[in-house]
């Protein structure tokens, strides 16, 4: 227990509509990066509101450090939040902003402005420290929210979308920047998002939301390559989704029999047994159409669309029940099949996720 920093115990919220969140739990360890990844109004940020002391739960616990904080005001709790919309005092220079809340703490002079000093070079702001926030870019208010809410070394940092305002590219930027600062500091990262893409690159955890509840909790690589719910395998990256019924089993290998064909599939990722339903996911980059068809595989397609990805080419098919897939050819488009062309789905059964038993329609 020592190496765990925040405990959520519990947690259950309800705003007087029904429950924001439904008796949520979740340990963080030290110097941990958390992603809390969700679609708008799942309860990622009042899970963050209530860590940091703005909401106070209807039942349940938080516990930091070993202390129960549930009941602790903001200032009291050694938490502090970036938020998307930087919140910078305008009437302040950059220096100004930063040493804020060293002053408001009643640090001495000194010691805040060697902190200060060290935050923003920290930051790669030093050149800055005079500018007022107006004379700002976006990306630069955003190292300056970031370097303020560290200056006073809080034990955990909460970050409220905090690079949801910028451009992709600067947005891409930033999250390197912020994986290279929590990894230095040491410093266990809160962070909440609807990126998913932002979600994986960052994280050491991720703790995927719907409706109050977390769906799964893992790493990026357990949450993309080995989702518990067709909900998560849908919300994270691309795949295409089937579904069907246990036709035989033995040992690790199952076939399933689905609407449009029979398949295999891996059934040692799933505890899977003859007659039973289960959801097969095949990741976009890892579906395979070739003209003819790939022995153990009768999944026939009509390619409907060819387009060029960067690099790779996606095939948009058209399965016998009409509904669609995606697959991925490294090939160049001149050698790719016309528009029209019968085609023939096929994976590695061991890159697909198997959800069967009780995740099954989840």
């Known amino acids: 227990m020592r190496d765990i ?31 809390l990844l969700g679609a708008s109004g799942c309860g990622k940020t009042t899970t963050l509101r ?25 200032e009291k709790r050694p938490v502090n939040t970036v938020f998307q919309s930087y919140a910078l005092f305008p009437h302040m220079n950059v220096e100004k902003n930063v040493a804020y809340g060293l002053r408001v703490r009643g640090m001495e002079k000194k010691a805040i402005a060697q902190r200060v000093s060290e935050m923003l070079d920290l930051v790669q702001m030093s050149a800055y420290a005079k500018r007022m926030p107006a004379q700002l870019s976006g990306g630069q208010r955003q190292r300056i929210a970031i370097a303020r809410a560290l200056a006073p070394q809080p034990q955990l940092l909460l970050l409220d979308e905090p690079l949801g305002a910028l451009d992709l590219q600067l947005r891409r930027q930033m999250q390197l920047e912020l994986k290279r600062l929590q990894k230095k500091l040491g410093i266990t990262f809160i962070y909440i998002t609807h990126d998913q893409e932002e979600a994986v690159n960052m994280s050491d955890r991720i703790a995927v939301m719907r409706d109050g509840r977390f769906e799964q909790l893992g790493t990026p690589e357990e949450i993309y390559d080995a989702p518990m719910t067709r909900y998560v395998a849908q919300f994270i990256g691309r795949s ?33 047994k003859e007659g039973e339903m289960c959801d097969l996911c095949v990741r976009t980059e890892r579906m ?29 098919v ?3 029940d009409g509904s669609e897939a ?12 016309q528009p029209g062309a019968r085609v023939f789905l096929h994976w590695n059964p061991a890159q697909a996720a198997v959800i069967g038993g009780a995740s099954h329609g989840a």
């Open 5 to 35: 920093l925040l405990s959520l115990q519990h947690i259950t919220k309800n705003f007087g509509e029904g429950d924001i969140l439904h008796d949520i739990s979740l340990d963080v360890r030290r110097g941990e990066f958390v992603t």
């Open 50 to 74: 209530i860590i940091s002391g703005l909401e106070t739960p209807d039942e349940g616990q938080v516990i930091l450090n070993g202390q129960d904080m549930t009941a602790l005001p903001p």
């Open 240 to 272: 295409t989704i089937l579904t069907g019924r246990v036709e035989s089993c033995s040992g690790d290998h199952a076939v399933v029999k689905t609407e449009n064909g029979r398949v295999p599939a891996d059934a040692s990722r799933a505890n899977l």
């Open 288 to 316: 395979r159409a070739d003209t003819a068809p790939v022995p153990g595989f009768d999944l026939p397609a009509t390619l409907q669309e060819v387009r060029y990805a960067g690099g790779s080419v996606l095939m948009y």
């Open 318 to 320: 058209r399965l016998s």
């Open 326 to 337: 995606v697959a991925t050819s490294e090939a160049r488009m001149a050698d790719a099949p």
